[in-house]
């Protein structure tokens, strides 16, 4: 059983940057590991992912604003967010043990999230 733990989350006005971190309680590389996010009413959404391979994934909405990486050595998932706006305001889950990019449901593993809050 593989626990992931998020922290990194706050709030922030618009156009700042947050950088989120997950931590996991076990080696999580080789299947796809990605961040989700909801907010209050919404449906969860793929944010961004790391495929098995190393190569990435993101979301029309995250693409050329955020970056997600690793490092294996910490067993330590990032998501770097930039130019934040008003619409990125919501619950941010990391999740491991997927079998495609942003799909929730194909994650094994979630964490309990962050909130990230972007105010005007």
């Known amino acids: 059983q593989v626990q992931l733990v998020e922290s990194g989350g706050g709030s922030v006005q618009a156009g700042g940057s947050l950088r989120l971190s997950c931590l996991s309680s076990g080696t999580i590389y080789g299947t796809y590991i990605g961040w989700f996010r909801q907010a209050p009413g919404k449906e969860r959404e793929g944010v961004a992912c790391?495929?098995?391979?190393?190569?990435?994934g993101y979301s029309n909405s995250a693409k050329g604003r955020f970056t997600i990486s690793q490092d294996k050595s910490k067993n330590t998932l990032y998501l770097e967010m930039n130019s934040l706006n008003v619409g990125d305001t919501a619950m941010y889950y990391c999740a491991a043990g997927g079998t495609a990019c942003l799909s929730d449901d194909d994650y094994m593993y979630w964490g309990q999230g962050t909130q990230v809050t972007v105010s005007s």
């Open positions: 790391i495929k098995p391979r190393g190569n990435t």
